[in-house]
């Protein structure tokens, strides 16, 4: 952009727009005219249809007509002043009352011409609108369609301090005036005709000042063209600068090849103890295909829980040994990566392959040891939370790194993971059900698989919502299910890093369950203040049944896999987001028996409550979930994280425009292939990137 470009200047610049609207307008993160203008509105008003006085019947109405008279009424409640203003037109008379406003005094006057737009009550003076929107105009103006705040569809954009909804429409329609007549336009003029969409400086326009005839409806739902030309301008430039951020890397040859053969398949199928479902096998397919490739993989594996993600990551992991390369696989927490290294460990049995565990809490000499067999190539499937990635250890041949349910994983770790020059192929796991719209959001640079289907012999999970009051009831069913040899968890709602105080609560939690309604029964309990080993202990005696019953924090929110346990109760229920009731909830239903889940909430219920709740009662499918997490959080509470890599996004709304971000990632798509790198569309994605997306940090 040139540096006289009349968007880039600063809203000061404009005339009405002193020191002190400048600041309020800053502190709503508008200082460019551009950041005005790429601001909707909250919502439109039709105030088009200008009615004869004497037609006039309750509801909102138009009027426009000469201002008869004009006076403050003082009323009998002391400071409280009502402004009365009588307007005339041809057919009759009416009133309009402001209430506190004596300033209009000084704004009113007999003999000029007004419209007024608001709300019609009737009295027993006749017809009177209620604090009304009102412009003046000359009766020329009006008839040319040319004014601003009535008499038209107006914009009604969100108050900002000082500046009112009319000031600010004042100031857009200043900044309109001003346009030159050709602005820089990111999206070319193919991809526009293609989809029908107007300029940028037609959309700007239209936008704010709606031509007549556009209906008020699709402008409050923001799809009309202008609106949805704006809203995938800021989408394309969105996936543009994710898609250059992925070209830095994806052209990049890696150092290493990866082939086939007869004899890794032979391997591949000592380690599979099952049949993969369909769903596996296309995952398998595509995570092969892509190591296959001269350039590095970047995949995210998405599978609800239970899915089986972790056999397909062990597949290719033997595929990548196979051809004398080193994998890593991360798991989120220790007790995941330990669970993953006695499965794994057990799987590879039969093969020349080893893994290692390295973790932060490990002993000393267990981690030299462990050190020692990476370094020297003896271990080649390192397995280890995401300390790994800071260690020193040094991979020999490192091809493939794993990355078991962690979305939180985001664009700049995997820069950081590339950045040390290696360049493996990289596979993201996860279960956290992510609407697709989110998924080419935070995972806009990686290619997608995902595994709809679950192993055979899957029941959904029973799962109902009760209140407190019913906890016996709840205890005395899981009694039942252990009488007939099944296990059950138990989970608090403690957050894991949080106080002592909480972690008294868990262990008083227990105490109580033991002495009362589960006595008799094995219990464990688990939480995250346990020392590394002790949750080993315990993790693993629940995992050979020696525990009945394993009482826990949320450590065991992902992961973790133990069939035989059929029952989740989840104490205070109402305390747990969706998207994690869902994880846990994907603890049972693992095995051939039908598992349950029991949401014991304590009331009073907020409404987001009531609704998670309602949708873990109504389905088990994670996407479904999703969806309603989204409907429910909004797209920012969904990661909550920079690093995820969420762009800060000014028009375009996650959760209504979920089908245009979609489409704006096919049109990136076909624009990175036609266009030159020097390209303007591409280069203001880049300079978007840090600037308007606030994506520097992460990569
Ligand atoms: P997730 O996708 O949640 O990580 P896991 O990989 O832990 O799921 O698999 C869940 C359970 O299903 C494990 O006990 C696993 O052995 C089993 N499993 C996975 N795939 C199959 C399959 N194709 N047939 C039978 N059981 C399977
Ligand atoms: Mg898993």
Redesign the pocket.
């Known amino acids: 952009m040139t540096p006289d470009d009349p968007l880039q200047a600063p809203l000061g610049d404009l005339p009405g727009v002193g020191p002190s609207r400048a600041a309020a307008l800053a502190s709503a993160g508008l200082h460019t005219v551009e950041d005005l203008l790429l601001r909707f509105p909250l919502r439109y008003e039709d105030r088009g249809h200008i009615v004869a006085i004497a037609s006039l019947r309750p509801g909102v109405a138009t009027v426009s007509g000469e201002v008869l008279e004009a006076e403050v009424r003082p009323t009998r409640r002391p400071r409280f002043t009502v402004f009365e203003v009588t307007v005339g037109d041809a057919s009759g008379t009416a009133r309009a009352v402001f209430f506190n406003q004596r300033f209009l005094a000084q704004v009113f006057r007999p003999g000029q011409q007004v419209v007024l737009h608001g709300k019609v009550e009737w009295t027993s003076l006749g017809a009177q609108f209620q604090s009304p929107q009102y412009e003046f105009v000359d009766v020329t103006a009006l008839s040319d369609g040319d004014s601003v705040h009535t008499g038209r569809i107006v914009p009604v954009y969100e108050r900002i301090g000082p500046l009112t909804p009319k000031l600010q429409r004042d100031l857009v329609a200043r900044a309109l005036d001003r346009l030159p007549e050709s602005i820089t336009d990111p999206l070319p003029q193919e991809a526009r005709r293609a989809r029908g969409l107007p300029s940028r400086r037609e959309a700007l326009l239209d936008t704010h000042f709606p031509p007549e005839g556009t209906s008020v409806e699709v402008l409050n739902a923001f799809r009309t063209p202008a609106q949805i030309r704006l809203i995938l301008e800021e989408f394309v430039l969105f996936q543009l600068a994710l898609a250059e951020q992925r070209a830095r890397v994806v052209t990049r040859a890696k150092p290493h090849r990866v082939e086939v053969s007869e004899a890794t398949r032979a391997l591949a199928r000592r380690v599979l103890?099952?049949?993969?479902?369909p769903g596996?096998k296309e995952a398998l397919r595509d995570i092969v295909t892509d190591l296959q490739r001269p350039t590095p993989m970047n995949r995210l594996l998405q599978?609800?829980?239970?899915?089986?993600?972790?056999?397909v990551a062990l597949l290719a992991a033997v595929v990548a040994m196979a051809n004398g390369l080193q994998v890593v696989l991360m798991a989120p927490t220790e007790l995941l990566a330990e669970q993953h290294a006695r499965?794994v460990a057990a799987r590879l049995a039969d093969t020349p392959f080893r893994s290692v565990l390295l973790t932060g809490s490990q002993r000393s000499v267990a981690r030299r040891d462990a050190l020692a067999c990476i370094a020297s190539g003896e271990a080649q499937l390192v397995i280890g939370t995401h300390a790994v990635l800071e260690d020193p250890a040094i991979f020999n041949r490192l091809g493939l790194v794993i990355i078991?349910?962690q979305h939180r994983f985001g664009v700049g770790q995997r820069a950081r993971l590339r950045s040390k020059g290696a360049l493996p192929d990289v596979l993201v796991?996860t279960?956290t059900p992510i609407p697709r719209t989110l998924t080419l959001t935070a995972y806009g640079d990686l290619d997608v698989s995902v595994?709809r289907d679950l192993?055979?012999g899957r029941q959904p999970v029973l799962t109902t919502a009760r209140p407190e009051v019913r906890r016996e009831e709840a205890y005395a069913f899981v009694r039942e299910q252990v009488a007939e040899g099944r296990q059950a968890y138990v989970v608090l709602p403690i957050i894991e890093d949080s106080d002592k105080i909480d972690v008294r609560a868990a262990v008083s939690m227990e105490a109580d369950l033991r002495a009362g309604p589960l006595a008799g029964l094995r219990l464990g309990l688990l939480h995250g203040k346990l020392k590394a080993a002790e949750k080993q202990a315990v993790m693993q005696a629940f995992v050979a049944h020696a525990l009945d019953v394993l009482v826990t924090t949320t450590v065991i929110e992902v992961?973790v896999?133990v069939?035989n346990a059929s029952v989740m109760i989840v104490e205070h229920a109402e305390r747990f987001g969706l998207a994690q009731l869902h994880q846990l909830r994907?603890r049972v239903g693992?095995g051939a028996e039908q598992s349950y889940a029991i949401l014991l909430f304590e009331r009073p219920l907020s409404e987001d409550a009531r609704e998670r709740l309602k949708a873990m009662t109504d389905t088990t499918d994670g996407f479904v979930i999703a969806e309603r997490d989204l409907a429910i959080r909004g797209p920012g509470d969904m990661f909550g994280t920079r690093q995820a890599g969420m762009p800060t996004l000014r028009i375009g709304d996650l959760r209504r425009d979920q089908d245009l971000m979609t489409e704006a990632h096919a049109m990136a798509r076909v624009l990175m292939e036609h266009l030159p790198p020097d390209a303007v569309s591409r280069r203001l994605a880049r300079q978007a990137w840090a600037g308007r997306f606030n994506l520097a940090q992460v990569g």
């Not at 103890?273 to 479902?277: I, Y």
């Open positions: 103890p099952f049949t993969l479902t596996q599978g609800d829980v239970g899915a089986g993600k972790t056999i499965t078991d349910e796991m279960a595994i192993p055979p992961g896999d069939p994907g693992r």
